[in-house]
């Protein structure tokens, strides 16, 4: 099964600078989808960001991008120029392979979730 | 507008009592999904279904019961067995490979 470990239950930034959530993974598939989720106050889950596994280049977003190594099975979303607004809470999820061998319907696993605090 | 909406808001259990939890969907996507978020935990999945009359058990799905008598609705009861039902609820839905769309969620708890 797979598994996905965020080890930072709380992070802050001061307005205007940069951070790094990290998230780790365990998996044995060699095709698969990796997100970031952002859930605010309102714990409306919204989707941040995505990669897809066969690819080497990294992700971005605007202001958010990811840091994907694969061999390292490691996943960490960098926000810059950070903003009030971003102070959420951040899931990094895994996506498998489809659930059934018909249809499209897939598991996300999440993480534990990282609390980014943004300051003045 | 297109989207998934998750009724109600706020839902009271008492002892020994069964409650549904909807989810509505107008986004014409085939798959649908139940999560439950617990404080300091991600979220788990209850249930899943790909199409109508289909519907398949999760990591957690004890305690839980589901239909998907029609493509657009998905609604979930949590019954008297599930013996820690406050949580989170939300619904998710998909369609093809494009990653999953979540309602704003249903918090369950216990009178």
């Known amino acids: 099964a797979q598994t996905v470990t965020q080890s930072q239950p709380e992070m802050s930034v001061q307005e205007a600078e940069t951070v790094t959530l990290s998230c780790t993974y365990d998996t044995s598939e060699s095709d698969y989808y990796l997100f970031w989720y952002k859930q605010p106050p309102s714990r409306q889950m919204i989707l941040v960001i995505r990669?897809?596994?066969?690819?080497?280049q990294n992700a971005t977003e605007n202001r958010f991008s990811v840091n994907f190594q694969k061999a390292a099975k490691s996943f960490s979303l960098k926000i810059s120029d950070s903003q009030l607004g971003d102070a959420a809470m951040y899931f990094c999820?895994?996506?498998?392979?489809?659930?059934?061998?018909?249809?499209?319907?897939?598991?996300?696993?999440f993480g534990t979730g990282t609390r980014l605090q943004v300051t003045l | 507008d297109g989207g998934i909406t998750q009724s109600p808001k706020y839902l009271f259990r008492k002892e020994g009592q069964n409650v549904t939890l909807s989810c509505e969907q107008n986004l014409n996507h085939d798959a649908m999904y139940w999560y439950r978020q617990d404080p300091g935990q991600g979220l788990r999945l209850i249930y899943y279904?790909?199409?109508?009359?289909?519907?398949q058990k999760g990591d957690i799905a004890e305690g839980y019961s589901v239909s998907r008598e029609k493509k657009e609705s998905f609604p979930l009861t949590v019954t008297s067995a599930q013996k820690n039902p406050t949580a989170f609820y939300l619904c998710?839905?998909?369609?093809?490979?494009?990653?999953?769309?979540f309602g704003d969620g249903t918090r369950l708890s216990i009178l």
């Open positions: 990669q897809e596994a066969y690819k080497q």
């Open positions: 999820a895994y996506r498998s392979t489809a659930l059934r061998p018909t249809g499209t319907a897939s598991k996300l696993t």
């Open positions: 279904s790909q199409i109508v009359n289909d519907f």
């Open positions: 998710a839905t998909s369609r093809g490979v494009q990653p999953q769309h």
